[in-house]
C-alpha cells in the first residue's frame, strides 16, 4: 500500500471542518488545525494556529509539508468584526496561499456565494465579485489573494451548509429564537442553494486529489428561499412555534443583502462525478422520525 497523502485541514474546528475531519481520516495522514477550542475535532491530529499570525502559518506548513490543504476557516458573519474579518478572510488567506505555493502543496480554499450582489443570477463559476457586504468584500479579496499567491488552488464558492446530524449554527440561532417566545421573520426574497455538509465535505476532499484550478461553485442542486429552508429545517430538528414565524422581505430591511445567489454547477457535478443534493433529497433520505 502506498503511504497516504499528508492532508492539512485549516478550519478543523468550524461546522464544516468537524464534519470533513472524521470522512477524510480514513484515507489521509490527517492534521486539523483550530484557533479557540480543539474539542470540536474528532479525528486526525489537532494542531493551533492562528491564521492572522503570518510567521505561525508559514512555519506550520513548512514543518507539516503537507502535500493536501484544505482552507476551511474564516470569520463568518456574526463571528467577529470588520477588521478580524479582514484579517482572517484576507491576510489569513493570503499567508496559507503563500505557504501552500511554497512547498508545492495542492490547496483547496473555500469561500462563499455572499462574493455576488445577488442581481445576476444564475452565477457561472467564474463570474467576476460584486460584493454587497463588508464579509463579501473579504471574501472576495481572500480569493483574490489566493489568486495571487497560489496559482494552481482550487477556489470553491459554497452556499448555505447544513447538516442533520450536528444542527448549523443559523438554524440553531432561529430555534433559540422561538424558544424564546419571540417572532422569527425569514426572507421570503433570498434565494440560495444550501448544500448539506457532507456533499460539500465528500466534493472538497475529491478536489483535493484533482489538479483542477481556479473557481468552482460547489453548492446543493434545489435553489430554495431563506424563508422555506428556515422552516423546513426548523421542522427536520421538530423544534415547534410555527405560529411564530413569519415572512420578511431582505429588501425592505437593507441594501447589503444579496437576494438571488443561484449557482450553476454543472461543472462541479461533471469534474466531482456527483450528484450534489438538494435540501429535498437530503431531507427525504434522513428522515426524522
Ligand atoms: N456556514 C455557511 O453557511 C457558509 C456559507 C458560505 C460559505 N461558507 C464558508 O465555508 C467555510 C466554512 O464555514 P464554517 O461554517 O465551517 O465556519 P465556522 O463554523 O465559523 O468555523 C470557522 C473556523 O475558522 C477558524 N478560525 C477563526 N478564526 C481563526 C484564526 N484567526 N486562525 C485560525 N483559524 C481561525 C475557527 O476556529 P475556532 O472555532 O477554533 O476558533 C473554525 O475552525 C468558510 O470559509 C466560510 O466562509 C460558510
Given at each position: 500500500?502506498?503511504?497516504?497523502?499528508?492532508?492539512?485541514?485549516?478550519?478543523?474546528?468550524?461546522?464544516?471542518?468537524?464534519?470533513?475531519?472524521?470522512l477524510?481520516?480514513?484515507?489521509?495522514?490527517?492534521?486539523?488545525t483550530y484557533?479557540?477550542?480543539?474539542?470540536?475535532?474528532?479525528?486526525?491530529?489537532?494542531?493551533?494556529?492562528?491564521?492572522?499570525?503570518?510567521?505561525?502559518?508559514?512555519?506550520?506548513?513548512?514543518?507539516?509539508?503537507?502535500?493536501?490543504i484544505?482552507?476551511?476557516?474564516?470569520?463568518?458573519?456574526?463571528?467577529?468584526?470588520?477588521?478580524?474579518?479582514?484579517?482572517?478572510?484576507?491576510?489569513?488567506?493570503?499567508?496559507?496561499?503563500?505557504?501552500?505555493?511554497?512547498?508545492?502543496?495542492?490547496?483547496?480554499?473555500?469561500?462563499?456565494?455572499?462574493?455576488?450582489?445577488?442581481?445576476?443570477?444564475?452565477?457561472?463559476?467564474?463570474?467576476?465579485?460584486?460584493?454587497?457586504?463588508?464579509?463579501?468584500?473579504?471574501?472576495?479579496?481572500?480569493?483574490?489573494?489566493?489568486?495571487?499567491?497560489?496559482p494552481?488552488?482550487?477556489?470553491v464558492?459554497?452556499?448555505?451548509?447544513?447538516?442533520?446530524?450536528?444542527?448549523?449554527?443559523?438554524?440553531?440561532?432561529?430555534?433559540?429564537?422561538?424558544?424564546?417566545?419571540?417572532?422569527?421573520?425569514?426572507?421570503?426574497?433570498?434565494?440560495?442553494?444550501?448544500?448539506?455538509?457532507?456533499?460539500?465535505?465528500?466534493?472538497?476532499?475529491?478536489?483535493?486529489?484533482?489538479d483542477?484550478?481556479?473557481?468552482?461553485?460547489?453548492?446543493?442542486?434545489?435553489?430554495?428561499?431563506?424563508?422555506?429552508?428556515g422552516?423546513?429545517?426548523?421542522?427536520?430538528?421538530?423544534?415547534?412555534?410555527?405560529?411564530?414565524?413569519?415572512?420578511?422581505?431582505?429588501?425592505?430591511?437593507?441594501?447589503?443583502?444579496?437576494?438571488?445567489?443561484?449557482?450553476?454547477?454543472?461543472?462541479?457535478?461533471?469534474?466531482?462525478?456527483?450528484?450534489?443534493?438538494?435540501?429535498?433529497?437530503?431531507?427525504?433520505?434522513?428522515?426524522?422520525?
Amino acid at each position: 500500500m502506498p503511504p497516504k497523502k499528508r492532508l492539512l485541514l485549516i478550519g478543523g474546528s468550524g461546522y464544516l471542518g468537524q464534519h470533513l475531519a472524521p470522512l477524510a481520516a480514513p484515507s489521509y495522514d490527517l492534521y486539523a488545525t483550530y484557533q479557540q477550542s480543539s474539542a470540536a475535532i474528532t479525528a486526525g491530529q489537532a494542531l493551533p494556529l492562528d491564521l492572522t499570525n503570518r510567521n505561525a502559518v508559514v512555519a506550520l506548513i513548512q514543518e507539516l509539508a503537507p502535500e493536501i490543504i484544505i482552507h476551511t476557516a474564516a470569520i463568518n458573519p456574526g463571528r467577529g468584526n470588520d477588521l478580524a474579518m479582514q484579517r482572517v478572510n484576507v491576510d489569513g488567506s493570503r499567508y496559507m496561499a503563500e505557504a501552500a505555493n511554497l512547498v508545492g502543496a495542492r490547496l483547496v480554499h473555500v469561500s462563499s456565494d455572499v462574493v455576488h450582489d445577488g442581481r445576476h443570477a444564475p452565477y457561472a463559476d467564474d463570474a467576476p465579485p460584486n460584493p454587497l457586504n463588508v464579509y463579501g468584500q473579504t471574501k472576495a479579496l481572500g480569493e483574490a489573494a489566493v489568486q495571487a499567491y497560489c496559482p494552481h488552488a482550487a477556489i470553491v464558492r459554497t452556499s448555505l451548509i447544513y447538516g442533520l446530524n450536528v444542527i448549523d449554527r443559523s438554524t440553531a440561532g432561529f430555534a433559540a429564537q422561538l424558544q424564546r417566545g419571540e417572532t422569527l421573520a425569514l426572507f421570503s426574497d433570498v434565494i440560495r442553494q444550501p448544500v448539506w455538509v457532507e456533499d460539500l465535505a465528500t466534493a472538497l476532499l475529491k478536489l483535493g486529489d484533482l489538479d483542477f484550478a481556479g473557481l468552482l461553485n460547489i453548492a446543493g442542486s434545489q435553489p430554495i428561499t431563506r424563508e422555506l429552508f428556515g422552516r423546513k429545517l426548523l421542522q427536520w430538528w421538530q423544534v415547534g412555534h410555527e405560529t411564530q414565524i413569519c415572512a420578511g422581505l431582505a429588501a425592505e430591511i437593507s441594501d447589503t443583502i444579496p437576494l438571488d445567489l443561484r449557482l450553476t454547477l454543472d461543472k462541479a457535478e461533471a469534474l466531482l462525478n456527483m450528484n450534489l443534493k438538494g435540501v429535498d433529497e437530503v431531507i427525504k433520505r434522513s428522515p426524522n422520525l
